[in-house]
């Protein structure tokens, strides 16, 4: 996982993030672009889905921490995605709504980019963002990705319009 940024630090989600999880993905703002907030069965199933990622790829979704006080404000990491049938390195990120709009999900998201390119060897990473999600769309341009396509993903009985964003290695 990447190093600590300024002002973040990455670690494996476990059980103990569990109710920040709910505070994240049980938020209905929050989870817009998602069709809707998360009930219990659904936080589980995804900590379980990034446990599986830890595993099989060495990636996934990261709790993210405040490194001053070591408080969970979000996750934020890469993994594997099927894109139209190519596989694509992801930058994900979501925040607790209370740490919204101070900068993290684009400093904790570069941090994954660049790890991505220096200790990967990963030439293009990209972000998946649902078109009407301009929060998310602007982290993606911070992080100096560029929307190269829309697609529709399917997902929870919807489709749902996104931007493929990506940036690719200065090396």
Not at 43 to 53: F, G, P, T, Y
Not at 83 to 96: I, N, P, Q
Not at 117 to 142: E, K, P, Q, Y
Request: hydrophobic share 45%; with cysteine.
């Amino acid at each position: 996982m990447p190093p600590p940024s300024a002002r973040c630090a990455f670690r494996e989600l476990d059980d103990a993030d569990l109710p920040a999880l709910r505070s994240m993905l049980g938020n209905p703002l929050a989870m817009a672009a998602y069709e809707g907030p998360f009930d219990e069965a659904e936080v589980r199933a995804w900590l379980s889905r990034q446990r599986d990622r830890y595993s099989t790829d060495g990636l996934g979704l990261w709790a993210l921490e405040r490194r001053d006080d070591r408080a969970v404000i979000g996750q934020c990491g890469l993994m594997w995605q099927d894109v139209e049938g190519e596989r694509v390195l992801e930058v994900g990120y979501h925040l607790v709504s209370a740490f919204w709009h101070r900068g993290y999900a684009a400093e904790a998201a570069g941090a994954c980019r660049d790890f991505a390119f220096s200790h990967l060897g990963i030439a293009r990473v990209h972000a998946i963002v649902r078109d009407t999600n301009l929060a998310s769309m602007n982290v993606a341009i911070r992080c100096g990705m560029t929307a190269r396509r829309r697609l529709v993903k399917h997902y929870r009985g919807v489709d749902m319009p996104h931007y493929l964003f990506a940036v690719d290695s200065p090396g």
